[in-house]
């Protein structure tokens, strides 16, 4: 099956799952059937690899919100995609820099925040958006749909323009 190219809702269909994910149960008796859940290394180059190598150059921070999950995400993509692996480590990794340090340790706290540093807070009290307001709030749902209206070929133009508006 194209996972890429299904609606968020059709993948967690197929995958017998919900937006709250597996039942510790669930994840058990799947574990048991399917044991460890490890990423295969594939042969090609990935697009968005090299796309997000070649927009974040050489020289800059690179900005993140929560940069232990960020580093995690590049580290599993650098595991699948080797070829990147020299480039993550020695021109990505050393220009992380974390928005989050700066709401954790309350160097800047808004009583709005209600005492949490999560972007859910912050966003608000920085700008005039909120994830409530956000139709595609969910990160696993904005990966799944970028994906989408990316590599898809059959999706509509106007259909394309809509996502990428509501990730924007």
């Known amino acids: 099956m194209d996972w ?3 609606s968020p809702e059709g993948v967690l269909k197929k995958l017998g799952s919900s937006k709250k994910g597996l039942s510790e149960g669930e994840v058990q008796k799947r574990f048991a059937k399917y044991g460890k859940n490890v990423l295969r290394k594939y042969k090609s180059k990935s697009k968005f690899m090299q796309a997000l190598k070649d927009g974040l150059g050489k020289k800059g921070s690179v900005l993140v919100y929560n940069q232990s999950f960020e580093k995690a995400v590049m580290d599993e993509g650098a595991i699948a995609f080797p070829e990147f692996r ?3 480590d020695e021109n990505i990794m050393p220009r992380v820099k974390d928005l989050l340090d700066v709401f954790r340790d309350f160097a800047y706290y808004d009583p709005a925040q ?6 859910k807070k912050v966003l608000p ?8 307001d956000l139709e595609i709030s969910e990160g696993m749902f904005a990966s799944l749909e970028y994906e989408r209206v990316t590599y898809d070929p059959s999706v509509s133009e106007e259909d394309r323009k809509k996502v990428r508006e509501n990730l924007a």
């Open 125 to 132: 009290v920085m700008s005039d958006l909120k994830y409530d």
């Open 4 to 6: 890429h190219v299904q």
């Open 86 to 88: 020299e480039w993550y």
């Open 114 to 119: 209600k005492g949490s540093a999560s972007i």
